[in-house]
């Protein structure tokens, strides 16, 4: 299949799993997880906290800890010659060959993922070297070029920089050229803006969409800010207790949300001019609850204990299968098409 057709998928998912722990105490973090991901294509992956999003992701990547945890299921990505590859099956020395290379990640957190001892320079040139086979001095010149390309400025004395004497934005930008400089054909960015003010996010957002529009690459974006998916993604999915809830355009899912728990998300959503009615301060409309443990979810849907639809015998009974409502919008939900008439 070869890379430059753009009728197939770059990244196929199915029934992805990822269950921590050994036999008494098993934790499904991810449970039967399918979606695709098409080239040049920007998806937002959204929910809360202890919903699966990050685990997802470093599963893609191969990154989940052998013993720790059991990765099931199949991930099926196209390299950049045309072959593919199950991510889920390579071992760890194929699986360095392809991290950077075909798929690079932004993670959450710059200050962990830099190494201290070393200069921003040592590291994105390490990978420029091991990835793209650079000289030295072809390295420095494509890591200045990177640095240039973020708007850091000074990016010369940045090179020489280690990470702690940089802000978090600019260790975020950092984290960014080094993604890039595999001109990878993935990239999964993992909650890239959440430490960083609202200003940065901003620029961090157009950095992003600036960059997948210059190199045609595909990301998936982890969030739980739904403000920021309008901004970037044109394709959504939501997930919560590890498992894919609502998935469909931004437009469909934004304007229309048929699954409970996207509603409720974005009720909760903070809005500019929304703070006040008739003078009165108006509360932001919280999802009661929290995010049921993984190892202990309730029965039937894993969403009904905070479901303001919720109906006994009904939404408990049996966990509810991803039915297709429309072309591209899948659901999960015992009660979306009589919750849909009751709406019209």
């Known amino acids: ?53 990050s685990t997802t992701g470093l599963a893609l990547l191969g990154l989940i800890t052998p013993g720790a945890a059991a990765v099931k299921g199949s991930i099926n990505l196209a390299r950049k010659d045309g072959t593919r590859l199950e991510i889920a099956k390579l071992p760890e020395r194929l699986l360095r060959q392809v991290r950077g290379n075909d798929v690079a990640m932004i993670f959450q957190e710059p ?100 960059l997948q529009h210059q190199t045609g690459m595909a990301i998936l974006f982890v969030t739980h800010d739904l403000g920021l998916v309008s901004e970037i993604a044109s394709r959504v999915l939501v997930m919560y207790a590890g498992q894919i809830v609502e998935e469909g355009s931004v437009e469909q899912v934004f304007k229309r949300p048929r699954m409970p728990y996207t509603q409720a998300l974005m009720r909760s959503r903070p809005r500019l001019g929304r703070g006040y009615q008739g003078g009165v301060k108006k509360k932001i409309a919280a999802i009661p609850g929290a995010v049921p443990n993984p190892a202990a979810l309730p029965r039937g849907c894993s969403f009904h204990p905070r479901c303001p639809f919720f109906l006994p015998n009904v939404c408990d009974a049996a966990e509810p299968p991803l039915e297709v409502t429309e072309p591209g919008w899948r659901v999960r939900c015992m009660r979306w098409r009589e919750l849909e008439e009751r709406a019209a």
């Open 1 to 53: 299949m070869s890379f430059t057709d753009d009728s197939a998928a770059l990244l196929t998912v199915r029934d992805l799993a990822v269950v921590f722990g050994r036999a008494a105490r098993l934790t499904p973090a991810v449970r039967g997880v399918s979606f695709e991901m098409r080239r040049h294509e920007v998806v937002a992956l959204v929910g809360e906290s202890g919903s699966g999003k």
């Open 111 to 210: 200050m962990s993922a830099l190494d201290p001892i070393y200069t921003i320079g040592t590291q994105i040139s390490e990978a420029l070297r091991v990835h793209r086979k650079m000289s030295a001095r072809e390295a420095r010149a494509e890591s200045l070029r990177l640095l240039t390309l973020l708007d850091i400025p000074s990016p010369d004395r940045c090179l020489t920089n280690y990470p702690h004497e940089l802000s978090g934005g600019m260790r975020q930008r950092v984290m960014i050229a080094m993604a890039l400089s595999g001109r990878p054909a993935l990239l999964i960015a993992d909650e890239p803006t959440t430490a960083l003010d609202v200003t940065i996010q901003a620029q961090i957002v157009d950095h992003l969409k600036a």
